[in-house]
C-alpha cells in the first residue's frame, strides 16, 4: 500500500474513532443530565406534596381547635357541649404527631381540657357563684391548650 492510501485510511479512522467517541460521549451525558433533572423534578414533587400535606393538617388542627373552644367555653350563650368538645378532643389528639415535643405538650394540655371539662359538666346548671372553681379552672384549661397550640401552629416547616 501506498503511504498516501495509508494516511488516508489512517484519517478516515480516526476520524470514524472521533465520531464514535463523540457519540458515546453525548449519549452519556444526556442520560446524566436527563436522570439528574428527573431526579431534581421527584425531589420537588415530593416537597411540594409534603407541604401541601402540612398545610392541610394544620388546617385541621385549627378549625378542629377554634371548634372545640367554642364546644368547651363555659361563657358562650350556648354553653359547654360536653359530647362535640369530647369529639373534638379525640379528633384532635388523632392529628397530633406525639414524636414532638410541642405536638406532645398540646396533647398533654388537651388530656387536661378534656379532665376539666369532666368536672365542671355536673356543675354546669348550678348559678355562677356556686361553680367558680370549676368555671376558672376550665378557662385556664382553655388558655393552656391555647397557648399550646399556637406553638405548635407557628412551628417552621423543615427546609431542605
Same mark, same amino acid.
Given at each position: 500500500?501506498?503511504?498516501?492510501?495509508?494516511?488516508?485510511?489512517?484519517?478516515?479512522?480516526?476520524?470514524? +474513532?472521533?465520531?464514535? $467517541?463523540?457519540?458515546?460521549?453525548?449519549? *452519556?451525558? $444526556?442520560? $446524566?443530565?436527563?436522570?439528574?433533572?428527573?431526579?431534581?423534578? =421527584?425531589?420537588?414533587?415530593?416537597?411540594?406534596?409534603?407541604?401541601?400535606?402540612?398545610?392541610?393538617?394544620?388546617?385541621?388542627?385549627?378549625?378542629? /381547635?377554634?371548634? +372545640?373552644?367554642?364546644?368547651? !367555653? &363555659?361563657?358562650?350563650? %350556648?354553653?359547654?357541649?360536653?359530647?362535640? #368538645? #369530647?369529639?373534638?378532643?379525640?379528633?384532635?389528639?388523632?392529628?397530633? !404527631?406525639?414524636?414532638?415535643? =410541642?405536638?406532645?405538650? +398540646?396533647?398533654? %394540655?388537651?388530656?387536661?381540657?378534656?379532665?376539666?371539662?369532666?368536672?365542671? *359538666? &355536673?356543675?354546669?346548671?348550678?348559678?355562677?357563684?356556686?361553680?367558680?372553681?370549676?368555671?376558672?379552672?376550665?378557662?385556664?384549661?382553655? =388558655?393552656?391548650?391555647?397557648?399550646? #397550640?399556637?406553638?405548635? /401552629?407557628?412551628?417552621? #416547616? &423543615?427546609?431542605?
Amino acid at each position: 500500500m501506498s503511504d498516501t492510501v495509508l494516511s488516508a485510511i489512517i484519517g478516515v479512522g480516526g476520524a470514524v +474513532l472521533v465520531a464514535m $467517541t463523540s457519540v458515546v460521549s453525548q449519549v *452519556f451525558i $444526556t442520560r $446524566t443530565i436527563i436522570r439528574a433533572e428527573r431526579d431534581r423534578l =421527584a425531589e420537588e414533587i415530593h416537597g411540594e406534596e409534603a407541604s401541601r400535606a402540612r398545610e392541610k393538617r394544620e388546617e385541621r388542627i385549627l378549625d378542629a /381547635l377554634s371548634e +372545640l373552644l367554642v364546644a368547651s !367555653d &363555659p361563657q358562650s350563650d %350556648a354553653g359547654v357541649s360536653y359530647g362535640k #368538645a #369530647a369529639n373534638l378532643i379525640v379528633r384532635l389528639q388523632l392529628l397530633l !404527631d406525639l414524636n414532638t415535643q =410541642a405536638e406532645r405538650s +398540646l396533647n398533654g %394540655a388537651l388530656n387536661g381540657l378534656g379532665l376539666r371539662l369532666q368536672e365542671y *359538666f &355536673p356543675v354546669r346548671s348550678r348559678s355562677i357563684d356556686n361553680k367558680v372553681m370549676e368555671t376558672k379552672q376550665l378557662l385556664q384549661a382553655h =388558655a393552656e391548650v391555647l397557648e399550646r #397550640a399556637k406553638t405548635v /401552629l407557628q412551628r417552621k #416547616a &423543615p427546609t431542605h
